[in-house]
Structures are given as structure tokens and as C-alpha cells.
């Protein structure tokens, strides 16, 4: 662990709000990301949305294809193995991932954006846990957001009238082993940003995850274990004009003799609602810097999904 990434307990938050948001936005200017311990999840629920992935993730290809979700940009259900790109980039990425978003929706105007979520019947309780784990990383990213708010002093609940009903995902990830080396130049993960407001992820059993800090050096991160990593969206970045920054990240392929073992993890995008304007925030005008222009986040994730492959323009 680096001094880059040094951890905040969350329990700060409960007991000295403003020092959390201090040490959080601290974090967040110097690399885009943070380190999160004493975050009260439950890591029985964690252990069982992993297992359940993993198991997922093990069934035949002919089984997972029956729940690609053609529709949005496969923004639930499953992608398969080389389909996303990093923006930029031609060659794919090596994974596959599955996307589990909101629940409750049916029947909306908003179920035309935020689909259901196919049920897997092939593993017993994968709904049941992935959905538990899903509403358990929405209520922590909101509280997160209330530190955020605190940081750019913005009323402390600011973020919650504008992430109800956000069309958030949950995203369970599995990187291959790659028992033959790889094409030349490939990345399990190609240096990208993340496209939403914030990212909460969980740490992954196996290390590859780095940041391109603003030196110019990537720097690896790895999080204690049960500590939880964050970092700031496209969305938030351009909210605040960059004043917290939304940084480029990679993951990396494995070491030889680590090129046998499959990597798991499970990040959850959090976004705004559908039809919030991001509207670049006054009280972070920098000076001699061009605002950039108001767009809905429906917009703005539609852009980003074709740049990256998932919608064909």
C-alpha cells in the first residue's frame, strides 16, 4: 500500500463528518480514488454474490448466452468475453461481465431506460444475493455522496434527490486465466475512466488494478482486505469541472505465475437518475477553463456506450 492510497474509515463519518469529507476529497484530488475500510457491509452477503458469480460465470457459454440482453447497450444481463473496448481503443478487452441494475421499476415510464434484470434459474439464490448485494452498495454510495457534497460544500443530502431511481448497475466481472500468454499489447482491462458518478468496488482476490496518477507513474492498488475501493465518474468530474477527477485506470495482466487463476470482482457504477441535467457547478468555475456544456445523464451514458462498444453508432 502506498502513501497515495492511504485508508479512511467510515466510522470517522458517524463520528467527525467533516474530517471523512476532508480526508475523503483529499484522496479524490491527489488520484481520483480512495480507500474505504470499516464500511459495515455484510461479508457473508459479499462471500455469497462472489460464489455466486464465480458459479455463473463456470456454466457453459451456450447457457450464459440465453441471458445476453440485446437491448441498452447490454446494460443487464451478460456480455460476453471480448465484446467491450476501452474508449479509444479497437482491440477488446479480456473479460466477460454480467449487469444487474434497479429493481422495482416495472411498469414505470422509467422501465423504457432501466430494464429488468433477467432471473438466472440455473444457480439457486444468484437473484437473491446479487440484488442484496446491489441495494447494499446503493445505500453506501449514498452516504459516500453526502461526504462528497460536504467536501464541495453543497448541502449534505444535495446528491440524493438526483440519484433516486438512478440507473445504477451492479457489475460482476471475471477476467479469464490465460493459460496461453495473451495477444501481444492486450490488457484485461485497457486504460479507461468510468462513465458514472461514482465506482464502489470490492476488493478482488487477485492484483492487476492500477492508476495513472498525475505524474505520469501507474501506481498499483491494493486495498487491505475488506476494505472497499472508490473513485470518481465522468459524471462527477464534469460536474465539478474536474476538480475532482475522473482517472484513467487499467488492469493489467497477471504476473506468469499467476496466469492460471481467473480474476472476479464486482464493481457498482452508481449514476444519476435518467433525466438529471449535469450541469457544471458554478461554485467550481477554475479559472481560464471553458464550462463544459449541460447534458442529461441518459444522454451521456449513450454517448459513452458506443465509444466503447457496447451500442453500434
Avoid at 161 to 180: C, D, F, K, M, V
Avoid at 203 to 230: D, Q, T
Amino acid at each position: 500500500m502506498t502513501g497515495f492510497f492511504t485508508p479512511v474509515s467510515m466510522q470517522t463519518f458517524d463520528t467527525d463528518p467533516e474530517a471523512f469529507s476532508t480526508a475523503l476529497g483529499r484522496s479524490f484530488r491527489e488520484t481520483g480514488f480512495a480507500v474505504i475500510t470499516d464500511h459495515a457491509l455484510d461479508q457473508n452477503l459479499i462471500d455469497q454474490a462472489v460464489s455466486d458469480t464465480k458459479a455463473f460465470f463456470a456454466l457453459p457459454g451456450s447457457v450464459k448466452a440465453r441471458y445476453i440482453h440485446q437491448s441498452h447497450g447490454g446494460q443487464r444481463g451478460y456480455t460476453p468475453f471480448g465484446t467491450e473496448n476501452a474508449k479509444g481503443r479497437k482491440q477488446a478487452d479480456l473479460k466477460e461481465f454480467w449487469h444487474t441494475g434497479r429493481a422495482g421499476l416495472e411498469g414505470t415510464p422509467l422501465s423504457k431506460i432501466m430494464p429488468q434484470t433477467p432471473s438466472v434459474t440455473e444457480i439457486d439464490g444468484f437473484d437473491a444475493s446479487t440484488c442484496a448485494l446491489y441495494d447494499a452498495l446503493d445505500a453506501l454510495g449514498t452516504r459516500l455522496l453526502e461526504a462528497i457534497a460536504l467536501d464541495i460544500d453543497l448541502p449534505r443530502h444535495w446528491f440524493k434527490p438526483r440519484i433516486e431511481n438512478g440507473n445504477s448497475i451492479l457489475r460482476l466481472l471475471h477476467y479469464p486465466a490465460q493459460p496461453t500468454p495473451p495477444p501481444e499489447g492486450s490488457e484485461r482491462a485497457a486504460a479507461h475512466e468510468d462513465i458514472n458518478v461514482i465506482t464502489l468496488l470490492l476488493g478482488a482476490e487477485e492484483a492487476g488494478l492500477e492508476v495513472l496518477h498525475r505524474s505520469g507513474k501507474w501506481l498499483a492498488v491494493n486495498p487491505p482486505k475488506g476494505a472497499l475501493v472508490v473513485n470518481i465518474g465522468d459524471m462527477l468530474s464534469r460536474l465539478t469541472q474536474s476538480i475532482l477527477p475522473s482517472t484513467t485506470h487499467r488492469v493489467v495482466n497477471p504476473a506468469p505465475d499467476r496466469s492460471g487463476h481467473g480474476r472476479y470482482s464486482t464493481p457498482f457504477f452508481l449514476h444519476f437518475a435518467p433525466d438529471i441535467l449535469i450541469d457544471p457547478l458554478e461554485s467550481c468555475d477554475q479559472h481560464g477553463r471553458l464550462r463544459p456544456d449541460p447534458i442529461t445523464a441518459h444522454d451521456f451514458l449513450m454517448e459513452r456506450l458506443i465509444e466503447i462498444g457496447l451500442i453500434k453508432a
